[in-house]
């Protein structure tokens, strides 16, 4: 069965209560108690999204983030009590998409989550051919990025990132131009931006330390280049 969202969290009443909210709506909702659970879901069914928690009973939700990006390409949104700054890059780090802190007001995270779906809805099925920069090269009808022939699995932000700049090779993208397009929110933190685009370096730069492609325009923001 095809949901849009999936709720992997150990508090019970608060997933179902959520799932139920969105269920009210026009976002269909399943949730999940267990990490076990979790990987069990997807062999017979698909979600267009993930909200997952960090403190699962007995296990970890950085752990199932990690098990999930082996073989799932859809946006995963951390929940969590947990407010550190370290808590949230961590999750960035290991493939997550976003951080919303627990607790959390269901109409708000409704509206979050409808904005995620329409983005990363179209954000894979752009128009046109394809984008080559030297060996990389990027299938907008399929959203598979390709680097030497070999195929390179990317996060839904890390794709929509890369395409974005993509599309604007060769000119200096400003931070807040980045965070206004790509995220499209105004108040995404530096820390995020950079942890995904190093996450981009580590997987298309032949030495992420010295980057040749995806340049830093110190203090205004970033440069794909081609030439």
């Known amino acids: ?3 849009s969202v999936l709720i992997i969290d150990d508090e019970r009443e608060l997933a179902e209560s959520t799932a139920e909210y ?7 909702a399943c949730c999940v108690f267990t990490a076990e659970d979790g990987l069990r879901f997807f062999e ?7 909200l997952l928690d960090i403190n699962l009973q007995g296990d970890s939700g950085f752990a199932l983030c990690r098990r999930l ?19 949230m890059v961590a999750a960035l780090n290991i493939g997550g998409d976003d951080y919303i802190c627990k607790p959390y007001s269901l109409n708000v995270l ?3 989550v409808k904005a995620v779906l329409k983005r990363y809805g179209g954000s894979r099925t752009s128009a046109g051919q394809g984008i080559c920069i030297e060996d990389i090269v990027i299938d907008c009808s399929t959203g598979i990025v390709t680097r030497k022939g070999q195929e390179v699995r990317m996060t839904a932000m890390e794709y929509k990132l890369l395409f974005y700049m993509a599309q604007n090779r ?4 400003t931070k807040q131009e980045l965070f206004d ?21 580590e997987k298309l730069e032949a030495d992420p330390d010295k980057p040749r492609r995806i340049k830093t325009i110190w203090g205004v923001g970033y440069m794909l280049n081609t030439v």
């Open 1 to 3: 069965m095809k949901y």
């Open 22 to 28: 969105f269920n009210l709506f026009d976002v269909t």
């Open 44 to 50: 017979e069914n698909e979600t267009d999204l993930i």
């Open 69 to 87: 990006r082996e073989s799932v390409d859809v946006p995963i949104l951390f929940i969590s009590a947990r407010s550190s700054e370290d808590d």
């Open 110 to 112: 409704y509206a979050k």
């Open 170 to 173: 060769d000119r200096v993208i």
């Open 181 to 201: 397009h790509v995220w499209e929110e105004p108040f995404v933190s530096d820390g995020t931006l950079n942890v995904h685009i190093r996450h981009l370096r």
